[in-house]
């Protein structure tokens, strides 16, 4: 069985920074891929980020592009989401997830088999 546990998440001041990390053990760790989603209240859950396991190829949602850098260290299975220029709109619980195999979009949730329980990044002054 896999675990995936999150950390980084607090309250920030917007144009502040945060770095989230998610540490996967159990099993033989060897995804497809990492990526991160979110979920503000109200709304539905969002792609964030992704990054290949094994080319460290990235992909990001058109809300973040540009101000959020995802990256991953294999021999701590562990992904990383540097967040900056923080917006209120970027408030969301954060979840990371792994991706087991190359079936369906890497931007939808339904590509990933395993989720972490998720943590609160709140934006506000």
């Known amino acids: 069985q896999v675990q995936l546990v999150e950390s980084g998440g607090r309250l920030v001041q917007p144009g502040g920074s945060l770095r989230l990390s998610c540490v996967g053990s159990?099993?033989?760790?060897?995804?497809?891929?990492m990526g991160w989603f979110r979920r503000a209240p109200g709304k539905e859950r969002e792609f964030v980020a992704a990054i290949t396991w094994s080319d460290s190829d990235t992909f990001y949602g058109v809300p973040v592009k540009d101000r959020f850098t995802i990256s991953r260290d294999s021999a701590k299975n562990t992904v990383y989401l540097q967040m900056n220029n923080l917006k209120p709109e970027d408030t969301a619980v954060y979840y990371c997830?792994?991706?087991?195999?190359?079936?369906?979009?890497?931007?939808?949730?339904?590509?990933?088999?395993?989720w972490g329980q998720g943590t609160q990044v709140t934006v506000s002054s």
């Open positions: 997830a792994v991706r087991w195999d190359y079936s369906g979009s890497i931007f939808s949730p339904n590509g990933f088999g395993s």
């Open positions: 159990g099993r033989t760790f060897s995804p497809k891929a």
